[in-house]
């Protein structure tokens, strides 16, 4: 009988709803600068390179460390440029095999050490590493080179963009550390 209880606890524990709502401006922002490319493509009839600067959005978002505007800023230029040049890069080395490789081999070093320097470095040289590893295996990307690199400029400015009217309209308190700490001290009092 207990086994019962503590599986039935789990399960209502699991299916409780979220007592703290996502804040109504990730949500904006979310919905806002991951659409506002893809209507772009399909008025334009550019589906691929809309679906790639939506992506591009959802990585911006994704490492997004939602601190001061002037951080985020910081943070969103840094990601931006890395992944330009990245694709660049991996798009002017399409069927150099051995070069990719080698460079594949450091960048994922890269990675596994990033992890010493913050969540926000170590998502960006992951997602450089698939930048990279998607622009040299695919020669539709050095092909269409610049399509793709005005889309992901597009899906940046439109972030930028979003990001100042929501930080103007919302004006948002943020506390990256306590929100990434306490999901931290939940799960290591399980352990």
Known sequence: MPIK?????????SLK????????????????????PLVVGLIRQEALYSMFGSLMALVYYLNDHFGSIKKRIQHLTTTFICLMISLIIGSLLTNQFLIIAILLFILSF???????????LERLMLFITLQFLTAS????????????????????????ITLLLLQVLFKHP????K?????VKFSSAYC
């Open 5 to 13: 209880n503590h599986i039935k606890n789990h399960i209502d524990e």
């Open 17 to 36: 709803i979220n007592p703290v709502p996502t804040p109504l401006f990730k949500m904006w922002l979310a919905a806002l600068v991951i659409t506002l």
């Open 110 to 120: 890269l990675v596994g050490k990033s992890k010493e320097f913050g969540l926000e």
């Open 137 to 160: 295996s695919d020669p539709v990307v050095s092909d269409s080179l610049i399509p793709f690199l005005l889309y992901s400029l597009m899906a940046f400015i439109i972030y930028l």
């Open 174 to 177: 943020i506390h990256p550390i």
């Open 179 to 183: 929100s990434i700490l306490k999901p």
